[in-house]
T-cell receptor, first 113, second 117 residues
Framework: AQSVSQHNHHVILSEAASLELGCNYSYGGTVNLFWYVQYPGQHLQLLLKYFSGDPLVKGIKGFEAEFIKSKFSFNLRKPSVQWSDTAEYFCAVKDTGGFKTIFGAGTRLFVKA | NAGVMQNPRHLVRRRGQEARLRCSPMKGHSHVYWYRQLPEEGLKFMVYLQKENIIDESGMPKERFSAEFPKEGPSILRIQQVVRGDSAAYFC???????????????FGPGTRLLVL
């Protein structure tokens, strides 16, 4: 069965620090990969997605993620975080042949001003 | 921006009552997905519907839960005889079809937070 593992449940950073949130999935087939963000009091928004092609994907607000197929990973990165990046981040995986999207448990990021 | 709409945003029910959660997809979207988020957990897939059809309900509990997406009107997630363990946030997402294929990106609603007393 598919599963998604996010390595850290809580991350605390100071402004301008670099961010990397880990995401690993277990599935042997072809997948679509997503990172969603949920700001306090708001609904989930798509940050970026990978379907095919260049494994380095750029998203909104300066975020990027790299798909490493051999490691079944899709880590999210941002070189310099801002206080406004405080939110919960969810990695998600979908089998291209199916309908279900499997979400990780989420990582809560708190950025200190 | 007419995004995915869900109502109510908050719902309080006593044990044994029924809960009805509504989801209106984005304009032009014909695919609806329901997810449940328990405290400190990620979203768990429940069901995927197209207009008038349930396509994949493998994440739905076998009893008390049902979903529909009628030809007209919103999608409804119905929970009968609610229990305390049903307390959670329920999110709806929608996606569209393009060129005969499902566009994979899902757009999420704000969720309904159900509290069972």
């Amino acid at each position: 069965a598919q599963s998604v593992s996010q390595h850290n449940h809580h991350v605390i950073l100071s402004e301008a620090a670099s961010l990397e949130l880990g995401c690993n999935y277990s599935y042997g087939g072809t997948v679509n990969l997503f990172w969603y963000v949920q700001y306090p009091g708001q609904h989930l928004q798509l940050l970026l997605k990978y379907f095919s092609g260049d494994p380095l994907v750029k998203g909104i607000k300066g975020f990027e993620a790299e798909f490493i197929k051999s490691k079944f990973s899709f880590n999210l990165r941002k070189p310099s975080v801002q206080w406004s990046d405080t939110a919960e981040y969810f990695c998600a995986v979908k089998d291209t042949g199916g309908f279900k999207t499997i979400f990780g448990a989420g990582t809560r990021l708190f950025v200190k001003a | 921006n007419a995004g995915v709409m869900q109502n109510p945003r908050h719902l309080v029910r006593r044990r044994g009552q029924e809960a009805r959660l509504r989801c209106s997809p984005m304009k032009g979207h014909s695919h609806v997905y329901w997810y449940r988020q328990l405290p400190e957990e990620g979203l768990k897939f429940m069901v995927y519907l197209q207009k008038e059809n349930i396509i994949d309900e493998s994440g739905m509990p076998k009893e008390r839960f049902s979903a529909e997406f009628p030809k007209e009107g919103p999608s409804i997630l119905r929970i009968q005889q609610v229990v305390r363990g049903d307390s959670a946030a329920y999110f709806c997402a929608s996606s569209r079809t393009s060129g005969g294929k499902i566009v994979e990106t899902q757009y999420f609603g704000p969720g309904t937070r159900l509290l069972v007393l």
